[in-house]
């Protein structure tokens, strides 16, 4: 090697190392290289590309070529017959065209040459210390003619130089890739959607859409059926929410949480049918190693400059949205509004008021008497929560409802109301008062624990009470789970009754009917209310005590306020009603003086508020 070449390709060689190390970008790099060969190599035009996991050759720099012909090449497969550079790669080893025009591996593609005056080109393969081709170095000559000694050398150190900086690019690729997105989806992730919701709020001019979802029951499908189906879950979910096309963008914030920005919904209609649609991708079920799960998601959504002035406010909201629907409308969406701020305020209240008057044993059960119709009898009792103040005030469940959508008071709650209503119970037997039965309402979560038949089995067992006087009531939303259907058919083969609560109010159609394994129907209020009013209620409310004789479905309607609401459902066949018309709730003792009071336990229930005044 010529001394002046040999500093020459030792200065290169440091120049390109140093700004490699620096973190120079590869376009950059490859640029300065160009430059600094062509200078080296005077009458030479240096190019240098790319070759994609796919096979295509991408144009990295060629600075003294148009750029039309970077983009004429650009997307262009490999091959053994695709000129210099595209054949070099394919064979992985340097191809020499001395002239272009007469040279079969350019046959196809004189015409993006020869106008530019090349007529010959000589390239080498780039490639990474696993030996994969990842580029291409080619010289391009006005003139038929190979490559010189010096030129050799040159190209050589080139190469190699192309090889460690093309290495470092990739390397950092894959870090970059790994610091933008999600491991286990593929999908962008928390990092990502903090820039780009920072950026999108400072620079979009119009409004957008974020909407931030939940997945339902991951800990569930995790505990029963282990972690890798929970991330098949995962993964599966992420595909349908890539689905959605192009205008949004998707990312995984961690653990069962996403996240898509809608530059297109600029207002709360276009992000509820955004979400909407969301929703429906989600209904079809799925398989997962082996299993067959429908997923479900809840949404809670917020639209830029309307419901939030900075990136914080507005993914605060869109938390708080979310938050308030996996509360009140699981599986569903929820907007923000103003009024949510005080909702949550108000449940976070809430659930401190009932976690410290449970943590006091201030939580005590009221009963209201359930009423044979016809024959004016006590013939059950539903019990319900009640809390103590410091002060002495009764405070009803009305007041602490929303402190139940913590998982751990709901548990504590049903607990400690088994245990008083198994107690009542037994007080009541021993007396001889003839109550069928005693209902408790009990939620999710009471289910989901997978301990609920032996906590029931216990409390009573305790008091020495048959299970068959214990009656549990669900809503619909609960019994519609699989596993609760399960565990609410093993119940009542132990002898417990099952009353469907609040019927009407929630998604089960009459269909499902069928195969809810339940003993009673309660007629929610809201039909009771308007039973003398509406004529649709009124036929509703008839329409289902006429299903219920047929199916051998016990009925109870709820929320009695009036003489005249008792005696329409008298006449239309309605044989159980409870509501303040017959008794508001009570303590257990109240209970029993009632059904001691009249006819040896036949307590008359016809002007009820009276004699409760009377008894009591």
């Known amino acids: 090697m010529q001394p002046g070449l040999s500093f020459e390709l030792s200065a290169l060689q440091n120049e390109i190392l140093e700004a490699v190390a620096t973190g120079t970008d590869f376009g950059s790099v490859a640029d300065v290289l160009c430059r600094r060969a062509e200078t080296l190599a005077p009458g030479a035009i240096c190019t240098i590309a790319a070759v ?7 144009p990295v720099a060629g600075p003294s070529l148009p750029q039309s012909y970077g983009e004429a090449i650009d997307g262009i497969a490999i091959g053994p017959e695709v000129g210099s550079c595209g054949t070099a790669a394919y064979l992985g080893v340097p191809v020499e065209a ?32 696993e030996g994969r081709v990842v580029g291409t170095f080619a010289f391009y000559y006005s003139e038929p003619r190979g490559p010189t000694d010096m030129e050799r050398q040159l190209v ?5 130089l192309c090889s460690i900086a093309m290495e470092r690019a990739e390397v950092s690729s894959k870090l970059q890739h790994l610091a933008y997105h999600d491991q286990l989806t593929g999908l962008s992730n928390r990092y990502a959607f903090d820039q780009e919701l920072t950026q999108t709020m400072s620079v ?4 957008f859409g974020l909407l931030l979802l939940d997945m339902d029951n991951l800990k569930q499908v995790n505990d029963s059926m282990g972690h890798s189906v929970g991330d098949a879950l995962i993964r599966e979910i992420a595909r349908r929410l890539a689905s959605l096309g192009p205008g949004v963008s998707v990312y995984r914030l961690g653990g069962d949480e996403f996240a898509v920005i809608c530059p297109r919904c600029d207002d709360a209609d276009h992000l509820a049918m955004l979400a909407q649609r969301l929703l429906d991708r989600m209904e079809p079920a799925c398989e997962c190693d082996g299993n067959t799960i429908v997923p479900q998601v809840t949404i809670g959504g917020v639209v830029s400059k309307m419901d939030g002035i900075s990136a914080n406010e507005l993914r605060q909201n869109a938390d708080l949205a979310l938050y308030h629907a996996k509360s009140t409308a699981r599986g569903g969406y929820i907007h923000f509004h103003p ?6 305020q108000c449940r976070t209240e809430q659930t401190a008021l009932l976690g410290k008057a449970l943590d006091e044993n201030r939580v005590f059960a009221h009963f209201q008497p359930v009423i044979c119709i016809r024959r004016a009898k006590i013939v059950g009792v539903e019990a319900l929560a009640r809390i103590r103040t410091d002060e002495g005030e009764i405070i009803s469940a009305g007041a602490f409802s929303m402190g ?25 037997i021993d007396e001889g008062l003839g109550l069928r039965h005693v209902a408790l309402n009990l939620s999710t979560v009471d289910f989901q624990r997978g301990d609920l038949e032996e906590r029931l089995q216990a409390a009573f067992r ?7 006087y214990l009656q549990i009531e669900v809503t619909e939303n609960v019994l519609m789970d699989q596993s609760v259907a399960s565990q609410v058919a093993r119940l ?18 009459l269909s499902h009917l069928k195969d809810f394994p339940v003993d009673y129907i309660k007629i929610d209020k809201s039909f009771v209310d308007s039973l003398l009013t509406d004529m649709a209620c009124g036929a509703i409310v008839e329409a289902l005590i006429s299903m219920a004789r047929k199916m051998q479905v016990g009925i109870i309607a709820e929320g009695i306020e009036t003489a005249e609401q008792a005696e329409r459902l008298l006449e239309i066949g309605c044989p159980l009603a409870q509501g303040y018309h017959y008794f508001r709730p009570v303590d257990s003792e109240t209970i029993a003086t009632l059904l001691r009071s009249v006819d040896g336990g036949k307590s008359r229930a016809v002007n009820g508020e009276a004699q409760l005044r009377t008894t009591a």
């Open 52 to 58: 994609d996991s796919e096979g295509l050759i991408h």
């Open 98 to 129: 001395i002239d272009i025009e007469t040279d079969f591996r350019w046959n196809g593609f004189t015409d993006l040459v020869l106008p530019l005056g090349l007529k010959a080109c000589w390239s080498s393969p780039i490639k990474s210390p």
């Open 156 to 160: 050589d150190t080139c190469v190699h």
């Open 204 to 207: 979009q001019q119009r409004r």
């Open 339 to 344: 009024g949510l701020r005080t909702a949550i």
């Open 404 to 428: 139940l959508t913590d998982s751990k008071n709901a548990f504590r709650l049903a607990s400690c109301m088994l245990e008083q209503i198994a107690s009542a119970m037994r007080g009541w």
């Open 462 to 468: 305790r008091h020495g009470v048959p299970l068959s």
């Open 492 to 509: 009542r083969a132990l002898g417990l009754q099952v009353a469907l609560d609040d019927f009407g109010t929630g998604f089960a159609s």
